[in-house]
């Protein structure tokens, strides 16, 4: 199991909340894509040993390419790497840029699976995030993609707006559930540094919401789609069966992928690399590090412990005896506080629910700084 992830940086406007590496001179797209295929070519021996099961075309907007742009990338991509022919094939989209000409195009490539950014079912909160599409694009848009033969469609939420309630949030879940999209992610607003969000909670325009209101819609989530047959594999990802993100959970198993384009990392099992942001349409391999043991305890511990499958004790006792045996009265501690448990038929750590609302402390707490 290997994948391959393709960054596209383009936005049509930038989002108040959103820190990821993207940008608005849209005018640099088509040179992007050439360098893009370049890097294809040149990077073409950095995993070859397999085929790749997994591609995802992630953003910044990928939609907000043309067909012949997204055409290209494909074929390069197709005639450059081995890739398994039942591969789980990605592609991030904006309701509002979904259309009869899109679809048709993606109905004869390989991509099988849409992820589109729905974040709330409120027209007001998606104009105080400065989205671009309203909700009632969203229903028309995942219509649109299931009579095109799309089933596999993941959406993402966002919780915990500013003055949100309780009640307004349970209508955001049982609108999502309406749609019945067999792949969901939520996640709370996150107030990043430097975004436009942060400077107006910091101007006191606007303030978060209690933690304990925020943990209310979190339970409130899991429980509600618990009952409507998903599985919560992953502290912001629920599925229903055999729908779980196969690319992202490689990332959580720590499975070796190539990424291709400007802000993108690769991780080829030892090693992690970072490319450049953009300049002028190009960008390079900025660094590359070598993942010391430490380091590779850390991130089993930082992606594992997210997820419902938890930590392996036998993998903590063989492969991090060292490392483990310093945090092991920790362990202990959080299980008899209810944080953590231990799943006796798999031997693997787990967050409880309790656990999850406090799940950066608890992580952190089991991770180790080098001495
Ligand atoms: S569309 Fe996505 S990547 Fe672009 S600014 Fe908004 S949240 Fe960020």
């Known amino acids: 199991m290997q994948g391959i992830y393709i960054h596209i940086p383009f936005c049509k406007s930038r989002c108040i909340y959103c820190d990821f590496y993207s940008t608005t001179k849209l005018d640099l797209r088509e040179k992007y894509v050439n360098s893009l295929c370049n890097e294809m070519v040149s990077r073409h021996n950095y995993l070859c040993n397999e085929d790749y099961n997994t591609i995802y075309i992630g953003g910044g907007t990928p939609s907000q390419l043309s067909l012949p742009q997204l055409s290209k990338i494909i074929f390069h991509l197709y005639s450059t790497f081995r890739i398994a022919k039942n591969a789980e094939f990605t592609i991030e989209v904006n309701p509002d840029d979904i259309s009869d000409e899109l679809l048709k195009y993606l109905k004869t490539s390989p991509v099988n699976r849409i992820s589109m950014g729905v974040q709330t079912f409120s027209d007001q909160r998606l104009q105080f995030l400065h989205r671009r599409h309203s909700v009632a694009q969203v229903s028309k848009a995942v219509e649109l993609c299931r009579q095109y033969g799309f ?4 959406i993402d939420l966002i919780f ?154 036998d993998t903590l006792n063989s492969d991090f005896t060292y490392y483990f045996s310093q945090v092991k009265h920790l362990v202990d501690r959080h299980i008899s506080n209810g944080n953590l ?18 799940s950066n402390l608890v992580i952190s707490d089991l991770m180790l700084t080098e001495e």
């Open 151 to 154: 089933h596999n469609i993941s």
């Open 160 to 313: 915990g707006f500013p003055n949100q309630i309780l009640d307004e949030w349970k209508s955001d879940v049982s609108q999502a559930l309406a749609i019945d999209v067999p792949h969901i992610s939520a996640y709370s607003l996150m107030y990043e540094e430097g975004t436009r969000l942060t400077q107006m909670r910091d101007n006191g325009q606007i303030s978060e919401i209690p933690d304990d209101t925020s943990c209310k819609m979190y339970d409130y989530l899991c429980t509600t789609l618990k009952d409507a047959g998903y599985i919560h594999y992953e502290i912001s990802n629920f599925c229903k069966p055999n729908f779980h993100s196969r690319h992202n959970s490689s990332y959580w198993n720590n499975v070796p992928y190539l990424g291709l384009g400007a802000g993108a990392h690769s991780f080829d099992g030892n090693s992690r690399q970072w490319n450049s942001v953009m300049h002028n349409g190009e960008w390079e391999v900025e660094d590359i590090e070598r993942l010391s043991p430490l380091q590779k305890y850390n991130e089993y511990i930082m992606t594992r412990l997210r997820t419902m499958q938890g930590v392996e004790l």
């Open 341 to 358: 448990k231990v799943n006796t038929d798999t031997r693997c750590l787990v967050l409880t629910l309790q656990g999850i609302h406090i």
